[in-house]
């Protein structure tokens, strides 16, 4: 008899990452898989190691446009510069000089929680300059680059398909909560706690729903996690490039499902960039969402199901009123 899936937790990335397996005798190696994906990820996409890729081409010595890039750095640059033409520009991987001017220039368990306002922050979007043939990288020179808003889904994709590829059992991922899962589903699906409060553990958080899913990805964008205050005013890190400022707090967190979790992430964090427009522009690109007002008030588009209630401490994303879905096929942030 299936005991159910097992759990193995760890943190990296800046986040707790969670490691399911439908099968208890696939966990080590799948965690083998997952760990190595992620230390691929952080190398060369870290924004706050000196010893990163990124952190190397965003240095003040890179002189030409044109470099050539390892290639995982060359995939993650690809679907941040995909994420840019499919959103308008609204998830911009050009944003990095403006993160570091709101005070957002280290791993956030190390920010000063008060920041001093250097200077104030501006933003010229870069991401129409910005390309990736292979492994040669057309970056401008003088950009910072932040890949922060689709490295960490992109790694949670390929982790899953790479510990799936190697055990062959059903798997899911989650960094922080970027959830992607591979091969076989458990019989009722993955249990993904949805919260209220991105980046959090989700078995302990009280406020939001659980679901199940049993392909693809979902993600969760928010403005209560991760925030600090720059000269009393209040910053958070989902930054609209339109303005240079944090997104306006219409809605707390969104969470999307959809055929991956780099196009749930894309199209999650676009719509709490988007505000009021966000329902709208979601429910034409075929994903199914739930959006938390700053209230509380809570608003489906698509099959996102009803349900929601208080889900009880214990195992990752246990108990709560379930629902189901099928998210394969599901289209995120389409041009």
């Known amino acids: 008899m299936n005991a159910g899936p097992v759990f193995e937790r760890f943190q990296a990335l800046g986040c707790l990452a969670v490691v399911g397996a439908t099968n208890r005798e696939d966990l080590p190696a799948m965690m083998e898989e997952v760990?190595?994906?992620v230390a691929a990820c952080d190398?060369?996409?870290?924004r706050f190691r000196d010893d990163s890729e990124l952190s190397a081409?965003?240095?003040?010595v890179r002189k030409r446009a044109e470099v050539t890039v390892s290639p995982w750095l060359a995939d993650a640059l690809a679907t941040a510069v995909g994420a840019a033409h499919q959103t308008g520009g609204l998830v911009d991987p050009t944003i990095g000089q403006c993160l570091v001017d709101l005070g957002y220039d280290r791993s956030f368990e190390l920010l000063r929680r008060d920041q001093p306002l250097v200077v104030l922050?501006?933003?010229?979007?870069?991401?129409q300059r910005l390309s990736v043939r292979g492994r040669r990288a057309q970056v401008p020179v003088g950009v910072r680059l932040d890949l922060g808003a689709t490295a960490k889904a992109l790694c949670a994709d390929r982790a899953a398909q790479r510990a799936n590829a190697v055990a062959g059992g059903g798997v899911l991922v989650s960094?922080?909560?970027?959830?992607?899962v591979a091969g076989p589903a458990p019989d009722d699906g993955w249990a993904v706690r949805v919260t209220d409060q991105a980046g959090t553990d989700p078995a302990t958080v009280g406020s939001g729903q659980t679901v199940a899913i049993r392909t693809g990805g979902l993600a969760t964008s928010g403005t209560t996690a991760r925030r600090w205050a720059q000269e009393g005013q209040a910053r958070h890190h989902v930054v609209d490039p339109r303005t240079a400022r944090p997104a306006t707090e219409v809605w707390r967190t969104v969470s999307v499902a959809a055929a991956s979790c780099v196009e749930a992430n894309v199209a999650s964090t676009a719509a709490v960039i988007l505000g009021e427009e966000a329902p709208a522009w979601l429910s034409t690109r075929d994903v199914h969402a739930r959006l938390v007002r700053a209230g509380g008030e809570v608003v489906r588009v698509g099959a996102w199901p009803r349900g929601d209630g208080l889900a009880p401490a214990g195992a990752p994303w246990a108990g709560g009123q379930e629902a189901k879905w099928r998210p394969g096929g599901a289209r995120a942030a389409a041009a």
């Open 43 to 46: 190398l060369a996409c870290s």
């Open 121 to 127: 922050a501006t933003h010229v979007p870069a991401w």
């Open 175 to 180: 960094l922080g909560g970027d959830v992607a």
């Open 35 to 37: 760990t190595a994906e």
């Open 57 to 60: 081409l965003n240095g003040p």
